[in-house]
């Protein structure tokens, strides 16, 4: 390779990946998936494109895919909170096991159908597009400006990070039997490889997550190295895994959310570094997808691809996820939804390259297949998750923006941060002391800085416009904090008193005096209960903010919960 080339390499890179960052901005005015803009534009540049490049790499492929999934589920981790354990956990994983082995069985025996190849072969497509890319649905959530029920969007996150390795455990598993000459042997196969995937995964992903974050507590490092390290010790667990024969993508991702969960002094840091590597990982990996495919071939497998792609999202997918989530009660409506969720994405295809290494036959056909289902799932489904959420009615109304904060981490108290919040116009805290604002016990009121000075008694003081007003908290106090020092603006406030009504029920109020009231019949038994007490056994132990319960012309609504407890319900008349 000449220099010049080289040089063209460089600048071409650098061009499609602005482009890519430009076009995210113009997708979400559209409302289209921004990973399909990515591919496209890898497809522009390639061989059939205008840009030429032919790419037909897979081993460079495979790598560098492997490493960019590996840092996008390592991010999702670190965004995983525990707390979202509490409602969705056995839900998601529910989804990410028994729902992935059933999308499987179904869309491999219609590949096995559609495309006349043998049983085992059909298997193969239905385990390489068995899981979903719900990154890919939450961004295009996000761009929407839809806030989903806790119960919907933890189920999607948590399933989002931990469905990819039962994906890649069928399809290594599938690619082994087609390479194995002896039938006898196959059970064994089966069952040591799921013992070995899951159990190095689960072993590797407690043990380095630990070893990582003791790392990052104990470590005198820069403060620009913090985030370098975390990346280090995930790709690590995720490499050391793997060579061992384990899941490094379930290793990784537990290995996030035990970092990402862990009091650190520049999480901050660690958090904005590597949302800003996975989206870097995402353009990468999806503009070289879109370099590797070649349309014009793609010609003959169009017909069948979207036979196969029409069982996965409007059979497959739904039914594994009424069978998946049918102990845990879910609302129908939220049900339909994590159904129309199942986006694929970057994984499927990263999955088709594992038969073409393993030098099986029928390799461009499944590339190109998969290919095309993908292309098929992000153009549908990626098109219509926000209008499918509103149709629904699963959306919460919108809250009022957080307002811009700075943080420090106090190093002696990892549990304590000092944050300052700006007061702008329009905050309900203008004109009261700062003595008199609102904080929980694990918050400490600092001071507050005019013009640049400390204000020395802030008792007297009125808050105006532009002073900044210094507190001491727990990490779990920004949320209450972010509410009180938001500005007033009247639309997300018009929009809840909408949706969860005018009026306010305590949560121990009587639900036969409710009844009595506004005229509508309970049995004796829900009669006795409290408002809280009745929201909770009719939503099986799990409400979540949004969840209501339609009662004559009354509608109870669960407006706040403290994570655990409800804390404020709304009541709503019906027209």
């Known amino acids: 390779m000449t220099i010049d080339l ?17 076009a995210s901005v113009l997708t979400r005015r559209i409302g289209a998936p921004v990973l399909l803009v990515f591919l496209v534009l890898g497809m522009l540049a390639g061989e059939d494109g205008i840009g030429g490049i032919k790419f037909d790499d897979f081993n460079v492929a495979f790598l560098f895919g492997n490493i960019a999934l590996a840092i996008i589920i390592f991010d999702g981790g670190l965004g995983t909170k525990t707390q979202s354990f509490r409602v969705s956990l056995k839900p998601a994983l529910s989804l990410a096991t028994v729902g992935v082995i059933a999308t499987a069985g179904i869309t491999g025996y219609a590949a096995h159908i559609i495309l006349g190849l043998p049983l085992l072969d059909g298997l193969l497509i239905g385990a390489i597009v068995g899981s979903t890319d719900a990154a890919a649905v939450f961004g295009l959530i996000r761009s929407a400006g839809l806030d989903l029920k806790e119960r919907t969007s933890a189920t999607l996150e948590i399933e989002s990070g ?3 390795p039962i994906a890649i455990f069928l399809t290594i598993t599938l690619v082994q039997l087609l390479q194995l000459s002896d039938s006898s ?62 899941s490094g993508f379930l290793a990784i991702f537990i290995a996030g959310v035990i970092i990402g969960n862990t009091p650190l002094i520049y999480s901050n840091e660690i958090h904005r570094f590597h949302d800003g590597i996975a989206w870097l990982s995402q353009i990468g990996m999806f503009l070289m997808l879109g370099l590797l495919i070649t349309p014009s071939h793609m010609i003959p497998i169009i017909i069948p691809a979207i036979a196969i792609a029409f069982v996965l999202i409007f059979i497959a997918r739904p039914l594994a996820v009424a069978v998946s989530l049918l102990p845990f009660h879910f609302p129908w409506r939220e049900q339909v939804f994590i159904g129309w969720c199942g986006l694929r ?72 941060d000092l944050l300052i919040y700006p007061i702008t116009a329009g905050s309900s805290v203008i004109g009261t002391s ?31 416009p532009e002073d900044q007003v210094m507190i001491l908290a727990t990490s779990e106090a920004r949320a209450a904090l972010g509410r009180t020092f938001a500005p007033d603006t009247q639309s997300p406030m018009l929009k809840a008193k909408r949706f969860f009504g005018e009026f306010a029920l305590l949560p121990n109020a009587k639900m036969a005096d409710l009844a009595k009231e506004y005229s509508f019949e309970l049995d004796p038994i829900n009669a006795e209960m409290t408002v809280e007490q009745y929201l909770t056994k009719q939503f099986h132990g799990t409400p979540v903010v949004g969840d209501r319960v339609q009662l004559g012309l009354v509608k109870i609504i669960v407006k706040e919960t403290d994570g655990i407890r409800i804390v404020s319900v709304g009541l709503k008349l019906s027209a």
Request: proline letters at 6%; charged letters at 10%.
């Open 434 to 464: 700062a003595t008199n604002i609102p904080l929980t016990d694990t918050c400490q009121m600092v001071g507050v800085i005019r013009h640049g000075r400390l204000i020395s008694n802030t008792e007297e003081q009125k808050l105006i």
């Open 6 to 22: 080289t040089y063209q390499y460089i600048f071409l890179s650098g061009l499609l990946v602005m482009l890519c960052v430009v």
């Open 185 to 246: 042997s196959q059970g064994w196969t089966i069952a040591s490889e799921l013992l070995s995937q899951m159990g190095l995964g689960l072993a590797f992903g407690f043990a380095g997550g630990h070893i990582v974050a003791q790392l990052l507590k104990r470590l005198p490092l820069p403060s620009s190295l913090y985030p370098l390290l975390a990346l280090a010790g995930g790709i690590c667990i995720f490499g050391v895994t793997n060579l061992l024969n384990g």
């Open 345 to 416: 994405g970057a994984v499927p295809i990263i999955l088709a390259l594992f038969p073409s290494l393993a030098g099986l036959e029928h390799t461009q056909t499944y590339f190109d297949l998969v290919f095309f289902v993908v292309l098929i799932s992000l153009v549908l489904q990626g098109w219509t998750i926000a209008p499918m959420a509103r149709w629904l009615k699963i959306e919460l109304p919108p809250t009022s923006p957080e307002p811009n904060y700075l943080h420090l981490t106090i190093k002696h108290d990892l549990d304590k």
């Open 162 to 164: 931990s469905n990819d």
